[in-house]
């Protein structure tokens, strides 16, 4: 009996837990499968965070373009401001192809999110 109790426990904790996708990039060009991934861990933080509305972050072409890395920072500037104590990178993308270092950029912002959502 205190085994099935536990478990229950253990398993509405773990209901309540964020699980954010990791989000990759695998060639230059801005992948759907990398937009989609960032969209739907912004909409998963939208549904924890009361009060917060994220956008949703297009390019209209596969080239990585300001309005959609600004529209990515803009969505961590307010996840930032709502979440006390939690300081995201600047991820910023130089050129019109993806960056690496804006993937790992992006990568690592999400797992702060969620340990911070989960602690």
């Known amino acids: 009996m205190k085994t099935l109790i536990s478990?229950?426990?253990?398993?509405?904790?773990n209901a309540q837990a964020v699980y954010l996708s990791h989000c990759s990039n695998y060639s230059k060009e801005l992948e759907y499968s990398f937009s989609s991934c960032i969209n739907s861990n912004f909409s998963e933080i939208g549904r924890k965070l009361t009060g917060v509305y994220l956008s949703n972050c297009y390019?209209?072409?596969k080239e990585i373009d300001y309005s959609f890395t600004s529209c990515v920072q803009n969505n961590f500037s307010t996840i930032s401001r709502k979440l006390t104590g939690l300081y995201l990178s600047y991820c910023s993308n130089y050129s019109k192809e993806v960056e690496s270092s804006y993937v790992y950029c992006i990568q690592g912002n999400f797992s702060d999110i969620q340990r911070k959502l989960n602690k």
């Open 59 to 61: 390019s209209f072409n």
């Open 7 to 13: 478990i229950i426990l253990l398993m509405s904790f």
